[in-house]
């Protein structure tokens, strides 16, 4: 251990984790393929599956912090953490690219082309009487109500509320950031808790919207591609910001029994990068869903 502390190559020891998130996985993934196909194990399965996940997730990190605070870990296992965090949010970038072009497809070009516009219209072959706008409902306007209607949520609402937490969480968290730098733990404590409390906050009022979308507005998942849209991003988007918040709150624990020093703290950065990460999607929900 001295060794490795020293810059020498670390060598993983033998460990359950991989095989059991493995496992995890599959029944995840198996079950949910039931679950869709009405097979009545599949949601069992599945949940089986996310409790295996979980448990290999709450054990791995708990080994990993141990090893880390017991001073095992090199340079060059710093350097791979950050590497490995660095591609994860590039993954998640990636994510959700995917969606946003689905949104960008369907707005921009399969609207206009259903609505008898560009050099790919179909409209004389399908929906003559479709009208090519956005937000769009058609074909078929669907809806809870009986006329197929719907309502958006407006940005400047409930979103903007949502908008000035997050930004504001990105600034807490930059804050606690310094503070743990210059030596300052109990600034670091305060803005650590300041940025779950907002994170939480903003899922609070999500939570609201959902509800008011659902039964007041006649916004739903199946309501056209608008609202599959945006209950693919923004909902997506909220469970970032709970897994984000749960991180902050397993760091600012860890900030309260004394662990990260002003040049040791990499975990603490890894969640500070996810969260401006998860900020800066936000800005792009906000502007290309709700405002545009």
């Not at 196909?37 to 080994?63: C, D, P, Q, Y």
């Not at 743990?180 to 808790?193: E, M, N, Q």
Request: net charge neutral; charged share 10%.
């Amino acid at each position: 251990m001295a060794d490795a502390a020293h810059g020498a190559y670390y060598v993983p020891h033998g460990t359950r984790w991989p095989i059991l998130g493995s496992f995890g996985l599959f029944f995840t993934v198996g079950g949910a393929a039931l679950w869709l196909n009405e097979i009545a194990a599949g949601k069992f399965v599945m949940v089986l599956g996310i409790a295996m996940i979980l448990s290999m997730m709450f054990g791995w990190f708990r080994t990993v912090i141990g090893e880390s605070i017991a001073g095992i870990y090199s340079k060059q296992v710093d350097t791979s953490f950050r590497m490995g965090m660095m591609w994860f949010i590039f993954s998640e970038v990636m994510f959700f690219a995917a969606f946003f072009g689905a949104l960008f497809y369907a707005r921009q070009l399969s609207i206009p082309w259903l609505g008898g516009e560009g050099a790919k219209a179909v409209t004389s072959l399908l929906w003559p009487n479709f009208e090519a706008g956005w937000p769009s409902n058609w074909p078929g306007n669907i809806s809870p109500r009986d006329d197929g209607s719907y309502e958006i949520i407006p940005a400047f609402g409930l979103p903007a509320l949502n908008t000035a937490l997050l930004l504001t969480s990105g600034l807490t968290i930059t804050v606690a950031h310094h503070a743990l730098k210059s030596g300052h733990r109990g600034i670091l404590k305060v803005f650590l808790a300041l940025t779950f409390l907002l994170g939480f906050t903003f899922l609070g009022v999500q939570m609201k919207e959902y509800g008011h979308a659902y039964h007041e507005l006649g916004l739903q998942l199946g309501t056209g591609i608008y609202g599959s849209t945006f209950f693919m991003l923004t909902g997506f988007h909220g469970l970032h910001v709970c897994v984000g918040a749960i991180m902050l709150v397993v760091i600012w624990l860890r900030a309260m029994s004394g662990h990260f020093t002003p040049r040791q703290h990499f975990a603490f950065e890894a969640v500070a990068w996810y969260w401006h990460f998860v900020d800066v999607v936000w800005l792009g929900l906000f502007i290309f869903v709700y405002w545009l």
